[in-house]
């Protein structure tokens, strides 16, 4: 599967748009890009998935650059139960999901 | 239950000693999955089911941990003679679809285990 890189963390201010950036360069075009989240103390949690197209649920929206190498998380309008740690995996055949260090993601009021 | 259940949700185990760590999986789902969460990274792979299939076991750190779903459904994970370094998170998720299918995981809340 391949690697991800995304920053070691991120503010944001509640009520504001977060941006999480995600690059995985050698992507290959069966594998699609995940996210989830962690809050402390807690099992992941799914929040959105994509194989080239934009994708928008009612957690987040999806952007894949065209190329397929980098991604961007957004949550539109952030509160304070969002700070977790967000992670961007690249999961192929098989979903197994290899998870990095991931973003750490601080909503401030 | 409506979502993944684990049991127990903490363990402490004595080195050497034999534990048992128990998922419930969501009804119906065919994948099974078991993750290590050490303290202050990101899950790491274990094993995979596919109904009662163990189909991937490339995670598994030694033979001292052994993975079963017999009946496709609950799936224990079993570590024989623990030592410290075991001691992490041991989380279970499950999703609807088999290998082929891309679908979301769904994570229990993990059980807690810590080696003396």
């Known amino acids: 599967d391949a690697k991800t890189t995304q920053p070691t963390s991120m503010d944001c201010a509640e009520g504001r748009a977060a941006n999480l950036p995600c690059n995985h360069s050698t992507i290959s075009g069966n594998e699609y890009v995940y996210w989830y989240r962690q809050i402390h103390s807690q099992g992941p949690q799914y929040i959105i998935h994509?194989?080239?197209n934009n994708e928008t649920n009612e957690m987040a929206s999806l952007i894949i650059t065209e190329d397929r190498k980098s991604s961007t998380l957004i949550l539109p309008h952030a509160t304070l139960r969002d700070t977790a740690v967000y992670y961007c995996i690249v999961s192929g055949y098989g979903n197994k999901l290899v998870f990095g260090a991931g973003t750490i993601l601080r909503v401030k009021s | 239950g409506a979502g993944v259940s684990q049991s127990p949700r903490y363990k402490v185990a004595k080195r050497g000693q034999d534990v048992a760590l128990r998922c419930d999986p969501i009804?119906?789902?065919?994948?099974l999955f078991w993750y290590q969460q050490a303290l202050g990274q990101g899950p790491e792979f274990l094993t995979y089911?596919?109904?009662?299939?163990?189909?991937?076991k490339s995670g598994l750190p030694s033979d001292r941990f052994f993975a079963e779903r017999p009946e496709g459904s609950v799936s224990t994970l079993k570590i024989q003679r623990t030592q410290q370094e075991d001691s992490a998170v041991y989380l279970c998720a499950s999703s609807l679809g088999g290998l082929a299918v891309h679908n979301e995981q769904f994570f229990g809340p993990g059980t807690r285990l810590t080696v003396l």
């Open positions: 994509g194989l080239k």
């Open positions: 009804s119906g789902h065919v994948s």
């Open positions: 089911f596919q109904n009662e299939a163990q189909l991937d």
